[in-house]
């Protein structure tokens, strides 16, 4: 069963960094793409960054240029770093896995981490 366990979540001051890391528990799979999502109080979960088994990277607009999403493949690993941070950052941080073993495929979901910037 595929389990992704998330790292990293905590608390900072605007203009801060925190990174974040999410390891997929399952090695019978690929996992492509990986990434993150976020969702605020009364919002909608929105993409935040996802990222290819070859390195190819999606950065939603309003963190482009200041996070980095980053992974580790052999170990099925994905890093989100995140600088200058900002108020608006604020929300549960949910990183995603898309588990694919030849034509199937699912989608997983860690249970959240909690992001807090305040200014």
């Known amino acids: 069963q595929v389990q992704l366990v998330e790292s990293g979540g905590g608390w900072v001051q605007a203009g801060g960094s925190l990174a974040l890391s999410c390891a997929a528990s399952a090695s019978s799979f690929s996992f492509n793409p990986m990434g993150w999502y976020r969702q605020a109080p009364g919002k909608q979960r929105e993409l935040v960054a996802r990222?290819?088994?070859?390195?190819?990277?999606t950065y939603a607009d309003s963190v482009k240029g200041r996070f980095t999403i980053s992974r580790d493949n052999a170990k099925n690993t994905v890093l989100l770093q995140m600088n200058s941070l900002k108020p608006e950052d604020t929300a549960v941080y949910y990183c995603?896995?898309?588990?694919?073993?030849?034509?199937?495929?699912?989608?997983?979901w860690g249970q959240g981490t909690q992001v807090t910037v305040s200014s």
């Open positions: 990222i290819t088994s070859g390195g190819r990277t």
């Open positions: 995603y896995a898309n588990a694919v073993a030849g034509p199937w495929s699912q989608e997983y």
